[in-house]
């Protein structure tokens, strides 16, 4: 309808980090704002190299994301949380799944043994609190073990926008809590 009105139309889908921070550029292109939009998004890549360069060499942690509590749901390679995942310096447990929101029991996951397990929610209501307890009676999951059981603010981790980077910073914050963040700005 809107290309019928002859309306300008401009998709985008990005599923990378690279991707989202090529879409900014493109909008303030479009926007009539590109010299602004390229000086932000070189700042966000800077911190996005911060993060890079703070995770590499370091061990990759088997990370379970959870985006749904009930029913049990992550996501695979197809989305812009697995690039998080993989840039903060984890493993996304569900990569391999074929469907790109799955649902999985909690069998599956005892049966692969997260080595972290990060609870994505808006929920300002306790529930997922809850949910990050009732994990912690699964004693055989390494991240349940280590203590590595946290909830992330799903804003900051589900939007194609500059808050992103606020969201692989916090990410690689819970996969590798054994490097020092505050002496890393």
């Known amino acids: 309808m809107l290309e019928e009105a002859k309306i300008p ?20 292109d479009l926007c009539g704002v590109a010299q602004r939009a390229r000086v932000r998004v070189a700042s966000l890549r800077q911190r996005i190299q911060g993060v890079t360069d703070a995770v590499r060499g370091k061990g990759k942690p088997l990370v379970f994301l959870v985006i749904n509590v009930k029913p049990l749901m992550s996501v695979n390679r197809n989305t812009t949380h697995h690039d998080i995942i993989e840039m903060a310096g984890g493993r996304n447990m569900a990569e391999g799944q074929r469907i790109t929101y799955p649902r999985l029991s909690l069998e599956e996951v005892i049966r692969r043994g997260p080595e972290v397990i990060i609870i994505s929610s808006m929920d300002r209501s306790g529930e997922h609190e809850r949910a990050r307890r009732e994990w912690f009676q699964w004693d055989t999951i390494p991240a349940v073990r280590k203590g590595h059981v946290y909830l992330i603010n799903s804003d900051l981790i589900d939007r194609a926008a500059p808050r992103i980077i606020d969201g692989l910073e916090e990410m690689a914050k819970l996969i590798h809590p054994e490097i020092a963040w505050n002496e890393r700005r």
């Open 9 to 28: 139309v401009y998709v985008l889908n990005p599923r990378r980090v690279t991707e989202i921070m090529d879409a900014i550029e493109s909008v303030g």
